[in-house]
């Protein structure tokens, strides 16, 4: 299917605001129908996020109080990459690892996801870890959080309830539960 009639092709771009996780930029862009719009979109570094399950169906989940949102919220151990161009299988060991003290033996690569697609660039790498370790936290020294497990399906009920919010979180466990289903694990 040719999807050309949808394309938008950037004429100029203008940098608003340029920080140390985000960088805001303004577009004037030409639309399908030769006019003109601006688009104002966030670029970020790029991220991953990790649904670790221990043998007997649990995932490592974290409680996280988040400053924009003013809220303490349930998630799955993700974070920002440290350069664009990092492996994002070793990003996510890392994050794993140092968020939760565990680490994996089997590492399955759940694709990509879009949280803002209408105004941001950010990927989020989705892993599926299985055949946890325990070991020790090694969290950053601005970074506090408790983490604890939760049985697999019963993430899934908090989803489809709306007790769990976070994008990434719902998207992931759907994912990864699916995943254990369909090889008999769940």
């Not at 771009?13 to 688009?39: C, Q, W």
């Not at 697609?117 to 506090?144: N, P, R, V, W």
């Not at 899934?156 to 979180?169: L, M, P, R």
Request: charged share 35%.
């Amino acid at each position: 299917m040719n999807e050309e009639n949808l394309v938008e092709k950037k004429v100029s771009s203008e940098d608003i605001f340029k920080g140390y996780i985000l960088h805001v930029e303004k577009d004037m862009v030409s639309l399908p129908n030769g006019n003109t719009a601006s688009r104002e979109l966030i670029r970020h570094i790029g991220a991953v996020c990790v649904v670790p399950v221990t043998d007997g169906n649990e995932v490592i989940i974290e409680r996280q109080f988040r400053y924009p949102i003013d809220q303490v919220i349930t998630e799955i151990p993700a974070g920002k990459l440290d350069a664009s161009n990092e492996d994002r299988l070793e990003a996510a060991k890392r994050e794993l690892r140092e968020e939760t003290g565990y680490t994996a033996d089997k590492w399955v690569d759940m694709g990509l996801y879009y949280p803002a697609a209408a105004y941001s660039d950010e990927k989020i790498t989705m892993y599926l870890a299985t055949g946890l370790h325990k070991g020790e936290q090694d969290l950053d020294e601005d970074e506090f959080l408790n983490v604890t497990k939760k049985p697999i399906k019963e993430l899934v009920d908090d989803i489809v309830s709306g007790k769990i919010t976070d994008g990434k979180t719902q998207v992931a466990i759907l994912k990864a539960y699916e995943i254990l289903k369909r090889e008999g694990k769940a």
